[in-house]
């Protein structure tokens, strides 16, 4: 049985009230609820009672609204749940509150190195070569060449053709993992909110700016599964450990079936692994960082690395000794970490260890 998290956080309640609108409040909400409108709607009422919100608010009147837009309705049995506009109205909120510096990419491709066939037009030109599209030409340089060979006469030869390099594009499978152990809500800290407003944010990111690509979700805690992308905002962290091992074990083999050149894992969590499966059976430690399960898990992270996946891990904690492990994870990979802080999720610090980098980005 899960955990329902009720507490609510005063200053990141200020905070918000400070600088959102009623709209992203009630998303807010409604993550922390589980995706209980009813509670959200709860939740409101009672901001409003203490002073949080401005009286002269109709808050009934909002939640007509909210119903009248379809980002509501009624289930079976009178009670409100979310429409499917409302689970995307709940992805975009939290795309905008973390991504929300980011600018309007292009169709939906992921760039690459090298330059060649491709769809992206970039200011560098070669010679014309057979085969090459003719619209690919560059009729400024192509016309500059003839004049200077001929010095003054416009006789185009082919040796004067140059077309411009384009940027390659490709394609991308993701599974993103949810960490829903008992630690994402332990000792009043909820860090399970703050977990499903990242992975919702990427989500919107993927199926929005790259449409050709490959998503699945799966959550971890004593075991690992797949879920619909839209039970996201329905997630809730239960009695469980964190098997992280068999989370990249499962992603792993969803990955292998997907044909995109490009895979990676996001893994979205506060850190520390307790639980690893063996012939079907769970084995646990909770006390600190157990060896046999930390090794077990560096393994499965170097089979990744072994198979081009790259996992990307967003530590929701601050922990010092839990962000230690994510650092040897992401060192054993190769691959990227997020750290953040739970309150201040628009920031993080980005370790990059394919490129031996480390920043802070906003």
Known sequence: M???YLHLDPDLLRRLLAELDLSRIFNQLLLSAGGDPEQAMEWLRYLQEQGYLDPSIDLEAF?????????????????????SGGERRVRRSAFEEIFSSLKKGGPGYHPIRATGEGFEPLPETR??????????????????NALKRTQGELALAEEDLEVQETEPLTSCATVVAIDVSHSMILYGED?????????????????????????????????????????IPYVQ?????????????????????????NKQIFLITDGKPSAITEGGRI?????????????RTLEEADLCRRERIVVTTFMIATDPW???FVERLTKVNRGRAYFASPDHLGEFVFADYIRNRRKRVR
């Open 283 to 295: 084995y646990k430690n909770p006390m600190g960082l157990d060896l046999k399960i930390v090794n």
């Open 237 to 261: 962290a239960g009695p469980y450990h964190t098997n992280t091992r068999e989370a990249l074990q499962l992603a792993r083999g969803l990955l292998a079936r997907q044909k995109q050149p």
């Open 127 to 144: 010679p014309y070569a057979f085969g090459d599209e003719p619209h690919r030409i560059d009729t400024v340089r192509s016309l500059h």
């Open 63 to 83: 939640f007509q609204q909210l119903e009248e837009q379809r980002l509501l309705e009624r289930d079976e049995n009178g009670d409100l749940v979310l429409s």
């Open 191 to 231: 860090r399970i909110t703050p977990a499903k407003t990242v992975a919702l944010a990427l989500t919107e990111l993927i199926t929005t700016k790259y449409p050709k690509d490959h998503l699945s979700v799966i959550l971890f805690g004593d075991r690992a599964e797949r879920i619909a992308l839209g039970e």
């Open 322 to 324: 839990l962000q230690e």
């Open 2 to 4: 899960r955990h329902r």
